[in-house]
T-cell receptor
């Protein structure tokens, strides 16, 4: 157990639908990162939140959004889903402080769009 | 933007032998971090080893060591005494220093490591 909890582990949904993926960071970590792993694109950084604020954006589609709540858990919202959104979505956390470079990954949410 | 290239889609090694996985990267920055992550069939991403670019000494973690060549922008991973449990996808990753923590990792496409018993 890495300390980063992602739910659900698996999700199957239809095209056009909306889903929410949840991540609880490791205790004490303030930064949360979302990554997408697909066969086509490999591992891609989507977005980072630090203590409730968006801090960095990667290759995140406009149909996707995220937020981090006061208790530091984060949610990734995926809407108007397409077949190509099928992927493994990882959350990672870190302390986010100066000199911090250590990420801890969760076990991922496998999203299948049918 | 930074790019990370892993030129070996698949590598195979006999158990107990040594194998080296290659990684090159492209950046205009002088300070950054480099990582090797392991992804076994369970899909969990596990940090294997990390290197700060300002450190000249190559990082070592037990049977895992790196050969960091900053001028050549090369960051290879050496696994000694390979074990069956080392079989996995291995990803090289880059992280900028200048972002002050405000950035994500840039990953290579990965190398699938097979351990032959």
């Amino acid at each position: 157990d890495s300390g980063v909890t992602q739910t659900p582990k698996h999700l199957i949904t239809a095209t056009g639908q909306r889903v929410t993926l949840r991540c609880s960071p490791r205790s004490g970590d303030l930064s949360v990162y979302w990554y997408q792993q697909s066969l086509d694109q490999g591992l891609q950084f989507l977005i980072q939140y630090y203590n409730g604020e968006e801090r960095a954006k990667g290759n995140i589609l406009e149909r996707f959004s995220a937020q981090q709540f006061p208790d530091l858990h984060s949610e990734l919202n995926l809407s108007s889903l397409e077949l190509g959104d099928s992927a493994l979505y990882f959350c990672a956390s870190s302390s986010g402080g100066a000199g911090d470079y250590g990420y801890t990954f969760g076990s991922g949410t496998r999203l299948t769009v049918v | 933007a930074q790019t990370v290239t892993q030129s070996q889609p698949e590598m195979s090694v006999q158990e107990a032998e040594t194998v080296t996985l290659s990684c090159t990267y492209d950046t205009s920055e002088s300070d950054y971090y480099l990582f090797w992550y392991k992804q076994p069939p369970s899909r969990q991403m596990i940090l294997v080893i990390r290197q700060e670019a300002y450190k000249q000494q190559n990082a070592t973690e037990n049977r895992f060591s790196v050969n960091f060549q900053k001028a050549a922008k090369s960051f290879s991973l050496k696994i000694s005494d390979s074990q069956l449990g080392d079989a996995a996808m291995y990803f090289c990753a880059y992280r900028s220093w200048s972002g002050g923590g405000a950035d994500g990792l840039t990953f290579g496409k990965g190398t699938h490591l097979i351990i032959q018993p």
